[in-house]
């Protein structure tokens, strides 16, 4: 039996039941019993509380998560320890599913669904970028679906291995170490976690963006090595030739958001704001038909979870940018991309 359920920790979250389980640890229905709100709470692994870096990395996450405040971003409401030293994060409930378990379900997702949780993740990021915070995990296991209006709506989770841009901030990935999901890395991110910026972040988006839409990767790998060197030098599958019915627009906003060279990786905000007018309207203006492509047609992915997640001992790379990009959905299925001024330099 868990000896955690019925338990009442921080004085003020009784467990009811457990809801999740990872590498780092489990996380538990609670109620808040000033309240009687639920909420979930988040309990670091003994095992895992015993390695210094790890924990910091726990309470790292506890901290970026409070400092971020946007409609797409999982909310903390609390930190703190048991009696015992088990560290503990409390966070707002979430009831849906990870946007992995909906594409393994699934398979390909309807272009209006694509767009949609496109635009959410990208506010998400925007608001991060913007607070001069790079994710450098992002990828369907940590994008949380739920339901509003019976539409889906998207909460960004796991900051535990982002990154702040300021000087001085506290840097808990070594320079040559990378951390992250080899399968959702920019090239520039196998060089070195500790430097990348936003862009890594937008790489990542457009290899989620590709998969809600065709319903597979666009590179296939068994490896990590694999994985890190096809996100180098290969190059991926068009869009269209895996999803015919995709706007031509919406190609070439992936296509940007996959370039090798960070350099190059997102067209200017006029020139991308057009295109995704395009893409949503046509080039005659008048809107697209939504949609008819079936909703599973290849097979589903397999899933992303924690045992893809590598430090691999690498070169060197610098790129200090400031860069964001936003999705912007609310007249149908219109798409806007907005990037600030990017740069470069070791």
Known sequence: MDPWLGRTVLDRYRLIRRIGAGGMGSVYEAEQLSVGRSVAVKLLRTEVGSDPVLRDRFRREAEITGRLRHPHTVSLIDYGETPEGTAIIVMELLTGKSLDGLLHERGALSLAEALRIGEQVASSLSDAHQRGLVHRDLKPSNIFVTKVSGEHFCKVLDFGIARFHEEGEAKLTATGQVFGTPRYMAPEQAMSAADVDARADLYSLGLILFECVTGQ???????????????????????????????????????GLLQKDPDKRLPTPSGCSRRSRRSATGSGGTRRKRSSFPARTTRPLRSSGERERAAIPTGRGAYGAEIYGEFDLEAGDRLLVAVGQAGSGD
Request: proline share 13%.
């Open 217 to 255: 990767a666009p590179f296939r790998a068994t490896t990590a090595i694999q994985y890190l060197t096809a996100h180098s030098i290969e190059t991926p599958p068009m869009l269209r030739s895996l999803r015919p019915d995709a706007p031509t627009e919406l190609e070439r906003l992936i296509d």
